[in-house]
């Protein structure tokens, strides 16, 4: 649901990259996204699998919240008291999903909210098989993303992906789940030595991360780390909040007496 296409990113990023891949209904849309990731040269397509339908955003609900944003009377009271954003967004290149526009109207200009969107367009009826053909078709690295019992972790080895992301999608799927933090050592334990394990939300500080990294993961992602640094300063908000996170992973190896991540052991970590 990126609003740039591959092709551009790729033009622009030369560090690996993976692409996000939602199981839609449309055959014909999910071949040409593996194509586009082909094309495009992505190094690794990371499934979601913890979207089979949407969460219960009741802030969305509250706000009415939808992509592109539908021109209310509240939206239109949040334009004027945030007169940069609007100009911004109302100068600005047209909003587009660009690897879905040209295969369906909600690609398009057509506001939606993220709810709907799961529950109308993905395949709600996506299995290990589905996940087990698409990652032959795209033959290379495969992630599943939103894993998050030792159960489904021992089904991706045997589907032949190479990465899980320990996830509940920011806790913004099913309400009261664990935090993938504290779900990371049964499954490290389990297949740790098969499969690479991302741990995946609620990673702010470099702490986070060499706290994750002891416990046997083998890398950190996030969305909020970089959103709110997105939301508050734009480019130099994300690099600022990147060096930041840098600066703070090697000052704390320094401090924990660590001078490479092989260092970083359970050693560290205690449980209340
Ligand atoms: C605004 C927003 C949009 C997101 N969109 C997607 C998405 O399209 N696909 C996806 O797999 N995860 C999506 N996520 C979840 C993130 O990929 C990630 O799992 C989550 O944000 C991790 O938690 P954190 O925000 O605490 O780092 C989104 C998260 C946020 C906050």
Redesign the pocket.
């Known amino acids: ?1 990126g609003t740039y296409s591959l092709k551009k990113i790729a033009e622009h990023v030369s560090t690996p990259k993976i692409f ?1 891949f939602y199981f839609h209904k449309d055959r014909g849309l999910n071949n040409s996204m593996i194509e586009q990731c082909k094309e495009a040269k992505f190094d690794a397509i990371a499934l ?1 699998v913890d979207t089979i339908t949407g969460g219960n955003r009741e802030r969305d609900l509250k706000t009415g919240f939808t992509s592109p944003p539908r021109l209310t009377l509240a939206s239109l009271i949040s334009f004027a008291t945030h007169p940069m954003w609007a100009f911004n967004y109302f100068t600005h290149e047209k909003f587009e999903l660009s690897q879905l526009k040209d295969y369906i109207k909600e690609g398009s200009n057509l506001a939606i909210s993220v709810g709907d969107y799961f529950s109308s367009m993905l395949d709600q009826n996506m299995n290990w098989s589905d996940a087990e053909k698409l990652r032959s078709q795209w033959g290379g690295h495969f992630c599943l ?1 939103g894993v998050m019992s030792v159960d489904d972790a021992k089904k991706a080895v045997d589907i032949g992906a190479s990465a899980i992301m320990i ?1 509940n ?2 806790g ?1 799927q099913l309400d009261g789940s664990r935090a993938p933090f504290d779900q990371l050592k049964e499954i490290v334990d389990a297949v740790g030595d098969k499969i690479e394990i991302i741990c ?4 702010r500080r470099g702490t986070h991360v060499l706290k994750a990294l002891s416990l046997g993961a083998k890398a950190c992602s ?4 970089y ?1 709110y640094a997105l939301a508050a300063a734009g480019q130099k908000g994300v690099e600022k909040a990147l060096n930041n996170m840098h600066t703070e992973i090697i000052r704390d190896m320094k401090l924990m007496g660590c001078k490479k991540i092989s260092d970083l052991s359970r050693n560290n970590i205690r449980f209340r």
């Not at 996030?222 to 780390?225: L, P, Q, S, Y």
């Open positions: 649901m996000q979601t993303k996830s999608h920011g913004r995946d939300g609620g990673i996030g969305g909020r780390f959103l």
